[in-house]
């Protein structure tokens, strides 16, 4: 069973990958921010935080489509040829996050002081700011990226080789995406403590793509997670 996982990546994209990952985690949140900066300071332009992250979003939404289109396509015919089973593979993956993450939510309530996601509370302000935008980003551009990249590229890649590599590194790069530009900026490394409330996301998303050999599922998934959380946070 273990040796019947394959990925759809080929090695050209692979090495391209190999190159862009970096690019993405470490040096476009930077790039963006200079070139805010340099709006600001040159002509007056500050543009609000939604507009650059959509904008931020769209320009990574291009980079993995030219990038990975190969993989897109490959891993859409695993999908097409096998629909429902994909979708229960999603089904059964969301029930696994929507129970982890409960029991996750139980284990932060009980951190002294109360626990607050600096993330979660960047995208509700977003949210209040520009609704549609970041519906845009969180529901689309954001889960086709993160899939393409942290479950095609990294889990993919690495998975036909050791399983359970495969998840501790995918997950532990997912989970650090999230935090990792607020402690730098704060330099407060309570902050770290948020990557616990990522891996029930993690887990279930690579779990998924696994089971369904198809980026397709993980990406529905990650919008059906994302949509969730939108509710969630929204209804409380």
């Known amino acids: 069973m273990e040796n019947k996982f394959h990925s759809n990546l080929s090695a050209r994209e692979i090495k391209l990958g190999i190159v862009f990952f970096p690019i993405y985690m470490l040096v476009l949140p930077f790039a963006v921010s200079f070139a805010c900066l340099f709006l600001e300071r040159n002509w007056s332009i500050s543009p609000s935080d939604s507009t650059v992250n959509l904008v931020y979003y769209f320009i990574l939404f291009g980079c993995v489509i030219l990038l990975f289109r190969k993989f897109h396509l490959k891993s859409f015919d695993e999908f097409s040829d096998n629909v429902m089973g994909s979708l229960k593979v999603v089904a059964l993956a969301f029930g696994f996050y929507f129970v982890a993450n409960f029991l996750m939510g139980l284990l932060l309530s009980l951190v002294p002081g109360g626990f607050d ?95 369904s050999g198809n980026v397709w599922a993980a990406i529905m998934l990650h919008m059906l997670i994302n949509a969730f959380a939108l509710v969630a946070i929204f209804g409380a």
């Open 117 to 211: 996601n600096v993330n979660t509370d960047a995208i509700v302000a977003q949210a209040r700011e520009n609704a549609r935008a970041t519906m845009v980003m969180v529901l689309f551009l954001s889960p086709f990226v993160e899939e393409t990249l942290f479950r095609g590229l990294i889990f993919g890649s690495i998975r036909e080789k050791n399983r359970i590599l495969a998840y501790v590194i995918s997950a532990l790069l997912f989970c650090i995406l999230h935090v990792w530009q607020y402690i730098f900026t704060s330099g407060d490394y309570t902050y770290l403590i948020a990557i616990l409330q990522y891996l029930p996301p993690s887990l279930a998303l690579a779990w998924c793509y696994e089971k």
